[in-house]
């Protein structure tokens, strides 16, 4: 997610504000917030969810649909986003 340089403080107020409701939401087993290296107004949640009908679920509710409300119009980019399997792990 690329926030205008101005917003990135409200963006992150709002991720703090719910970072909670978003991890206990049913079916979110983890919840990260990583920022860019190099532009400090790139962000990325990466999450692990039991499966995609249970992220269905948290996108589809009243809890993300109130995060995103603040969050949309802090933008400077289209955000976007994907889903991911684990192929291999090295301990």
């Avoid at 101005?6 to 107020?13: A, D, H, P, R, T």
């Avoid at 990260?32 to 992220?55: A, C, R």
């Amino acid at each position: 997610m690329t926030f205008k340089e101005e917003k990135v403080g409200e963006f992150l107020e709002n991720f703090e504000a719910n970072k909670e409701k978003i991890r206990n939401f049913p079916g979110c087993y983890h919840l990260e917030l990583w920022q860019d290296e190099n532009n400090q107004h790139v962000f990325t949640t990466y999450s692990h969810w039991k499966n995609e009908e249970s992220l269905n679920q948290y996108r589809d509710s009243e809890l993300f649909k109130s995060v995103w409300a603040v969050t949309r119009p802090l933008f400077s980019g289209k955000p976007f986003a994907f889903s991911s399997k684990k192929i291999v792990e090295l301990p």
